[in-house]
């Protein structure tokens, strides 16, 4: 009869990114201040010395300690961990204005820092690379000492308990201290986004920076920049592979340099510079842009290959970030006339430059075409699509297409990022008044793909067939059953410890699956992780996507509220508040037994009564609360004033 309540306010997002934030205090590894666990695996990087603590040999008890988690597990993974460090500084870089002070470093503190959060939290990561940086001897630093990676796949990962418990457990193959690993894994992907990451939080930590750390941050990128260009290689990780080049990856990372430095060598590595490494081996071949002037770079990492920055139907996740790349340049170079002309950038260049952006997010854009709606983009070449460029939805979740249903959520969430970085992109477009020298008048479709953008953010949230918000710790029904070692007992296996209670991961992306499935039975299922998993690299997507959606500038109130469906004619009793002098009354029109329920703005029941008067006194309340009436006719609900 009734959907279960959900919150309707300007600041949803707001809270969705706060809460996406908490998870990343849920992965922190060393200690990191998490709200969620005690400090953990702070012996990482020990290779079994006598003592485990002698400082200036090759490593040392703590010299990897730090870092995030990756998924469910306790291993730190130098692929996602990059990923997200350059996401969140992309983030916190782009729309700082989104980036707020909610938190202390310690997410359950009552206070705040003084620091932005997202900020906050990039420096955390940033701290990891800089370690492993200074371990392989920081700037005469040796490549082959270079470690990004902890942990071991068979008895690390094995172990299911608490991680700061696993440090002191005297079993082996469950992944006591002697067994978490170090590992190299790195290739020219990865490194390119510890280069960006490093490069964005050089700067946005300027401000509260009293010891010269961005200036060292600086001095890794910089490092891993140049290793990750001249590597040329992909990673070797046992769980992280498949992607083709890295040329995506480069240019993130040249453009964050650029932008932290002002040095014109990265434009020309971005956009200009012909035959760049591909970061898989070989280097990048011809652009076409005499052909297409309106769509292909002249050459750099943007320009790398006759598909330039265009991608063939790969969701925005670890292994393709193609539009974040896009949209950095535009956002953080080229959006201003002024800041791109202190680059070096002309106006004619930058209107030149900002086109063939906006046309290869929007092939990016249809590669990911899955559905019955299909909204015609703009195209930049009559001859190959004379009716333009077509991106297809499924209209009643937002769906496109994903690369496989293994934690679905997380492919869905990259397509909500790419929808949110084109309105993002052709809004400023449009404010600016830019004209494009080759697309003349062009209609963006903005308010249909923000139809396609509100259903699929609407699908993540809780509309679905399973009344599911698919992010823990967010609205009134969750799935409970994590793939999640720190928050979720069920598959504990270490005998030797005590059993721990379990803990909502807030903020975590549950795996999922698609709604618009031929099949959508759904079992919640802590063991079932292509469902159920929680990983680090959804969470960084969610961070995004949220932060490119929040408005926390309004004062306007949040109610929360339940759509109803009635049977049959209308709701048989209307129901009134009513303030008498000092009182507030709720009165209604009929004398039958009908369930009166109270609740407060988070959904949350504060009494339950059956109710056969005609007129009801409450009690006092600071707060806006919602009346709930059940009777045989149907529900209604009344938001109450605080009194």
Known sequence: QESVLFTVSPNVYGMVRDASLMFFGTQRSGDGQSWFHAPSHLWDGWLFDTTGTVVGKDFYKGALSGGWYDCGDHLKETRTQSFALAMLGLTAATNPQWDRDHFAFNHSATTTDGIPDLVREVKWGSDFAIKAWALAGGESMNKAKLTLS????????????????????????RGNRREREIRKDWGSPSLADWAAGLAFASKLWKPYDQTGWS??????????????????????????????KSSDDLALAATALLWATGTNAYLQDLAYTAGMPTGNGSTCGSTQAASFPASNFTGGFLGCGSDNMRKAAANTDWASIHAPALY???????????????????????????????????????????????????????SFSPGGIAVKANPTWGTMST?????????????????????????????????????????WKQADLQEILLAGSNTLLGMNPWDLSWILGVGTKNPMHPHHRAANPEGRNVLENEPYNYRIPAGALYGGMN????????????????????CLDGAAL?????????????????????????PGSSLAMELKAKSLGARLWLERNIPATARLELL??????????????????????????IARLTTPGGVTHLTLPPY
């Open 542 to 566: 969610l961070t995004m996507f949220a932060t490119r959606m929040s408005d926390d500038t309004s004062t306007a109130p949040s109610t929360t509220v339940g759509l109803q469906r009635t």
């Open 600 to 625: 407060d703005a988070q959904g949350k029941i504060l009494s339950r009564q059956d109710w056969t008067t005609l007129r009801l006194e409450l009690p006092r309340s600071r707060s806006v609360r």
């Open 328 to 382: 950095a340049f535009h956002k953080l170079i080229l959006k201003d006339t002024t800041v791109a002309k202190s680059f070096g950038i002309s106006a004619a260049e930058r209107a030149a430059l900002e086109e063939k952006v906006i046309h290869n997010a929007i092939a990016n854009l249809a590669s990911l075409g899955n559905g019955t709606t299909s909204i015609v983009l703009p195209t930049s070449n009559k």
């Open 215 to 244: 200036d060292s941050a600086l001095t890794v990128a910089k490092a891993f920049y140049t290793l990750a260009k001249t590597t040329n290689a992909m990673e070797s990780s046992f769980a992280y592979s498949g992607e083709s």
């Open 403 to 443: 690369q496989q249903d293994w934690v679905w959520n997380r492919y869905h969430t990259g397509n909500l990022v790419e929808l949110a970085l084109y309105l993002d992109i052709t809004a400023d477009l449009v404010q600016s008044g830019t004209i494009l020298p080759n697309t003349p008048n062009p209609d």
């Open 150 to 173: 902890v942990g071991n796949f068979g008895s690390d990962h094995g172990y299911w308990h608490l991680p700061e418990v696993q440090d002191t457990l005297p079993a082996i193959r």
């Open 515 to 534: 709604p618009a499935a031929t099949s959508t039975v759904f079992t919640d299922d802590w063991n079932d992780y292509f469902k159920s998993e929680v």
